[in-house]
């Protein structure tokens, strides 16, 4: 007899050791495994073995019930499907009930863009701010050039280290998720940023507890994702109309203006790491949406 909860710590370690699943990935599966588990307790199921497709049906519909948005049920029964897939596997159930389970369809939202116009005028802002060459303004417009030459996430950025950087050929190395290392291009924008952070600001700020990491705030250690999304909020405040609100607007951004420049997808699917091409072609659908809005402003005959 195995109960859920008694079989997560060795569910938790197949997740990171296994399948290199990061640590918000893995708090993720693991606290809808555990709001599972409540679940079935409440129904009386306590034993894995005893667990029927209605009891999973009854609880993503609880879910639903709750508020939860039909990408968090769809996610939590991908969960549900992982998890007994492995459990059948280690032999603590005889049969997967989850086969059956199907998944709500997802809720289809568009990834909002800033227009071209309106990130050249943001690297400007941010260009603007630097010139009083206070280390952390240089630092905000180095981080924010390259997070949208690059599209890179904002969690590999702070993990970058300056040897991770080639300022002379225009690349960084970048361990994505399941800690894939790729290799994406930037341009001579971010690539001039860099240089003057690297030659005049981040030296201001080392301390010996700032080790290889590229991007340091104020007390030399290395910058979280807290402060370039606050960065970018200070910067994004003094653009009207913006409908980009943190850092992955920057990636959708840079995606869709790759794409809108003639870049073909699976260049773009390298570019953002995606192990999916399927992940990828929503941005054509992003681009066919501002195509089909200029049009209808601008066609006499929309």
């Known amino acids: 007899m195995s109960a859920l909860e008694d079989v997560l710590p060795a569910f ?7 399948k290199g699943r990061s640590p918000h990935t893995v708090r993720a599966y693991l606290g809808d495994l555990r709001s599972l588990a409540d679940f079935l307790l409440g129904q009386g199921v306590a ?7 209605r009891d999973l049906r009854a609880w993503l519909g609880s879910q639903g019930a709750r508020g939860a948005t039909r990408s968090s049920v769809s996610r939590r029964s991908a969960t549900a499907r992982t ?4 459990a059948r596997r280690q032999g603590h159930v005889t049969t997967d009930v989850t086969a059956r389970l199907a998944a709500p ?8 863009v800033l227009r071209a116009d309106q990130a050249r005028e943001l690297m400007g802002l941010a260009a603007v701010a630097s010139d009083d060459e206070d280390p952390v303004r240089v630092r905000d417009r180095a981080m924010l050039e390259l997070l949208y030459a690059s599209a890179m996430r904002v969690g590999e950025l702070t993990g970058l280290d300056v040897d991770d950087v080639d300022l002379d050929v225009g690349t960084a190395r970048v361990l994505g998720k399941g800690d894939k290392q790729r290799v994406v291009p930037f341009g001579t924008p971010a690539a001039d940023a860099l240089r003057h952070w690297l030659g005049t600001a981040r030296p201001a700020l080392v301390t010996p507890e700032s080790g290889p990491a590229l991007f340091l705030g104020r007390r030399g250690r290395r910058v979280d994702q807290r402060q370039v999304r606050s960065a970018l909020a200070e ?3 003094h653009l009207p109309d913006t409908p980009v609100t943190g850092p992955h607007g920057l990636r959708h951004s840079a995606a869709t203006h790759l794409l809108e420049g003639g ?6 699917q390298e570019v953002l790491g995606h192990a999916s091409l399927a992940t990828t072609q929503i941005y054509t659908h992003v681009s066919v949406d501002r195509l089909r809005a200029a049009y209808q402003q601008a066609h006499p005959r929309a």
Do not use: I, M
């Open 263 to 268: 870049a073909d997808l699976r260049t773009v």
């Open 12 to 18: 938790e370690q197949h997740l990171r050791v296994e």
């Open 47 to 53: 034993d894995l073995e005893d667990v029927r497709l």
């Open 105 to 112: 369809g997802r809720d289809k939202h568009l990834p909002t």
């Open 235 to 237: 910067l994004l405040s």
């Open 83 to 86: 998890f007994f897939r492995w």
